[in-house]
């Protein structure tokens, strides 16, 4: 894959670039479905890296109705069924990279 930068790289500095991984924003590797959810929401990190991250759901108020900490797999079931109807977020922290998403449960 050909693009400015490496172009300029090999043609006027006599260098290349191998094996450069693409950096990608930390919300684009992180989907929850259903949403609008029942029961259950899964939560997937894409290009999950083994790193340990913690998922909190809180209410349009702030108060917190789910905490996971110390998460160690690519995609999980998290139990909403003893949530009220409603608009929550999901905050997904990894290190020092966090995302929220806005999560409907019925």
Same mark, same amino acid.
């Given at each position: 894959?050909?693009?400015?930068? +490496? #172009?300029?790289?090999?043609?006027?500095?006599?260098?290349?670039?191998?094996?450069?991984?693409? $950096? =990608?924003?930390?919300?684009?590797?992180? +989907?929850?479905?259903?949403?609008?959810?029942? #029961?259950?929401?899964?939560?997937? !990190?894409?290009?999950? #890296?083994?790193?340990?991250?913690? $998922?909190?759901?809180?209410?349009?108020?702030?108060?917190?109705?789910?905490?996971?900490?110390?998460? =160690?797999?690519?995609?999980?079931?998290?139990?909403?069924?003893? $949530?009220?109807?409603?608009?929550?977020?999901?905050?997904? +922290?990894?290190?020092?990279? +966090?995302?929220?998403?806005?999560?409907? !449960?019925?």
């Amino acid at each position: 894959r050909s693009n400015f930068v +490496t #172009d300029f790289l090999f043609h006027h500095l006599d260098c290349y670039l191998t094996d450069v991984p693409e $950096i =990608k924003d930390f919300a684009s590797l992180v +989907t929850v479905y259903p949403n609008p959810a029942n #029961d259950y929401l899964i939560m997937t !990190i894409h290009n999950y #890296d083994n790193k340990p991250y913690n $998922i909190e759901v809180s209410d349009i108020l702030g108060q917190q109705v789910i905490n996971l900490i110390n998460q =160690k797999t690519r995609e999980i079931n998290i139990n909403t069924s003893n $949530i009220s109807s409603g608009m929550y977020f999901l905050r997904v +922290t990894e290190g020092n990279s +966090t995302t929220v998403k806005k999560i409907s !449960i019925r």
